[in-house]
């Protein structure tokens, strides 16, 4: 039973375009949600977080939407640079327990 | 801070040793969490401490697989009897908050 689904497997798209990654979840307890980058052989970085009483974050080139309703977040990063390519996840918690359940990730190659 | 260290960064071995991975978290940071990383299942928590007491074990496989955290600056994970499939990434990731978590680079176990 997948909680937090990312159903894109990989995205591709061209340098100084936008990139838009999608997650989506089930359980309606979620009340936090992350995104976290990760390149080969490192650890997950966390990049934005978004609480479920606000439906926009934005730090920099990356926003994350949150849409309740639907239960769909999405991080937008504008423009996209070559260094973005890397595997992005989706997290999602509920009642701040630190049990992060993780999407399955999509990997992001933005060309030159 | 140097943030999250996890040693060793890679470890082989034979099915039925003992293994240890270990973990510092970073300075200041009260949770530590402990993940696996699959091709299968993705990433999943095991185990997680708060102020060094363990709050949820929920996601630790089975008893072959155990985790403690003595003080505040490390922690240790242990798999006694190692299993093949016991083969993954595992992260240790600290936080002051429990949900914002920063990830240490991991470590690739095979089990042979």
């Known amino acids: 039973d997948q909680q937090v689904k990312q159903n894109s497997p990989s995205l591709s798209v061209q340098e100084g375009r936008i990139s838009i990654l999608n997650c989506d979840y089930t359980?309606?307890?979620?009340?936090?949600f992350l995104w976290y980058k990760k390149y080969p052989a490192e650890g997950p970085t966390f990049l934005i977080s978004?609480?479920?009483?606000?439906d926009k974050n934005e730090d920099g080139r990356f926003t994350v939407f949150l849409n309740k309703s639907a239960k769909h977040l999405s991080l937008h990063i504008v423009p996209s640079q070559p260094g973005d390519s890397a595997v992005y996840f989706c997290?999602?918690?509920?009642?701040?327990?630190?049990?992060?359940?993780f999407g399955q990730g999509t990997t992001l190659q933005v060309k030159p | 801070d140097a943030g999250v260290i996890q040693s060793p960064r890679h470890e082989v071995t034979e099915m039925g040793q003992e293994v240890t991975l270990r973990c510092k978290p970073i300075s200041g940071h009260d949770y530590l969490f402990w993940y696996r990383q699959t091709m299968m299942r993705g990433l999943e928590l095991l185990i997680y401490f708060n102020n060094n007491v363990p709050i949820d074990d929920s996601g630790m496989p089975e008893d072959r697989f155990s985790a403690k955290m003595p003080n505040a600056s490390f922690s240790t994970l242990k798999i006694q009897p190692s299993e093949p499939r016991d083969s993954a990434v595992y992260f240790c990731?600290?936080?002051?908050?429990?949900?914002?978590?920063?990830f240490g680079p991991g470590t690739r176990l095979t089990v042979l």
């Open positions: 359980n309606s307890m979620f009340d936090y």
């Open positions: 978004i609480s479920s009483i606000k």
């Open positions: 997290a999602a918690s509920a009642g701040n327990t630190g049990k992060l359940i």
């Open positions: 990731a600290s936080s002051e908050r429990p949900d914002t978590q920063y």
